[in-house]
T-cell receptor, first 113, second 111 residues
Framework: GDSVTQMEGPVTLSEEAFLTINCTYT??????LFWYVQYPGEGLQLLLK?????DKGSNKGFEATYRKETTSFHLEKGSVQVSDSAVYFC????????????FGAGTRLFVKA | DADVTQTPRNRITKTGKRIMLECSQT?????MYWYRQDPGLGLRLIYY???????NKGEISDGYSVSRQAQAKFSLSLESAIPNQTALYFC??????????FGSGTQLSVL
C-alpha cells in the first residue's frame, strides 16, 4: 500500500539556519503530495502542496519540489525563525487509494533564538 | 468560531467505559474523517465518510465505531475503552480537493 517516510526528529536549529526535512513516498498511482504543520495545541494545517511531477509548492518561505524519479518531496526553508517551531508532516493523497490522505510520522522542529 | 469543532478537548476515562467524541463543521464539506495521532506514528485513519449515507473503515477501525448524524456532524465512539486507545484524536473535513481541514483535537486518556 501507499506509505510516507520522513526523517526522524527532533531537528534543532538556530534562528536563520537552513532547514531541510526529508520525505520519500511509495504509491501505486500518481499521488498529490503535501506538507502539513502542527503548532503546539492545534490541529494540522496545510503548509503547501504539489499535484504532479516537477511541481514546486511554496508558502511562508517554505518550498518543496515533487520529484517523481526519486519519489521525494523534501521540505526546505532558507532561514528559519523561532515561530517555525512545530511538527511537520509529509503526506500523500492518491486517487487509487480513494483520495484518503496517508501521513508520515512527523518531524518536530525546534528553532532557538 | 472554528470551522471544525471537536468536543471535548480533553477526556479522562476508565477501562471498559463507553465514550463518544463529537465533531461538527461549518464548512459545508461532504467528506469527514477521524484520525488518531500517536508519537512516532503520525496520523492514522480510523473511519471516513464521503456523505451522510457513506461510512468506511480506515486502517485502524477495530474497537471504534462512528455515526454520521448529518452533513455537519460526525461522531466517534469507543464502545469499551482500553488503555492503548489513549491518543490525540482529530476530526477533519475535505471538499474533495484533497486538502484537509482539521479540528483542534481531543486528548483522550484511558486509565
Amino acid at each position: 500500500g501507499d506509505s510516507v517516510t520522513q526523517m526522524e526528529g527532533p531537528v534543532t536549529l538556530s534562528e536563520e539556519a537552513f532547514l531541510t526535512i526529508n520525505c520519500t513516498y511509495t504509491a501505486t498511482g500518481y499521488p498529490s503530495l503535501f506538507w502539513y504543520v502542527q503548532y503546539p495545541g492545534e490541529g494540522l494545517q496545510l503548509l503547501l502542496k504539489a499535484t504532479k511531477a516537477d511541481d514546486k509548492g511554496s508558502n511562508k518561505g517554505f518550498e518543496a519540489t515533487y520529484r517523481k524519479e526519486t519519489t521525494s518531496f523534501h521540505l526546505e526553508k532558507g532561514s528559519v525563525q523561532v515561530s517555525d517551531s512545530a511538527v511537520y508532516f509529509c503526506a500523500l493523497s492518491d486517487r487509487s487509494g480513494g483520495f484518503k490522505t496517508i501521513f508520515g510520522a512527523g518531524t518536530r522542529l525546534f528553532v532557538k533564538a | 468560531d472554528a470551522d471544525v469543532t471537536q468536543t471535548p478537548r480533553n477526556r479522562i476515562t476508565k477501562t471498559g467505559k463507553r465514550i463518544m467524541l463529537e465533531c461538527s463543521q461549518t464548512k459545508g464539506h461532504d467528506r469527514m474523517y477521524w484520525y488518531r495521532q500517536d508519537p512516532g506514528l503520525g496520523l492514522r485513519l480510523i473511519y471516513y465518510s464521503f456523505d451522510v449515507k457513506d461510512i468506511n473503515k480506515g486502517e485502524i477501525s477495530d474497537g471504534y465505531s462512528v455515526s454520521r448524524q448529518a452533513q455537519a456532524k460526525f461522531s466517534l465512539s469507543l464502545e469499551s475503552a482500553i488503555p492503548n486507545q489513549t491518543a490525540l484524536y482529530f476530526c477533519a473535513t475535505s471538499d474533495g480537493e484533497e486538502k484537509l481541514f482539521f479540528g483542534s483535537g481531543t486528548q483522550l486518556s484511558v486509565l
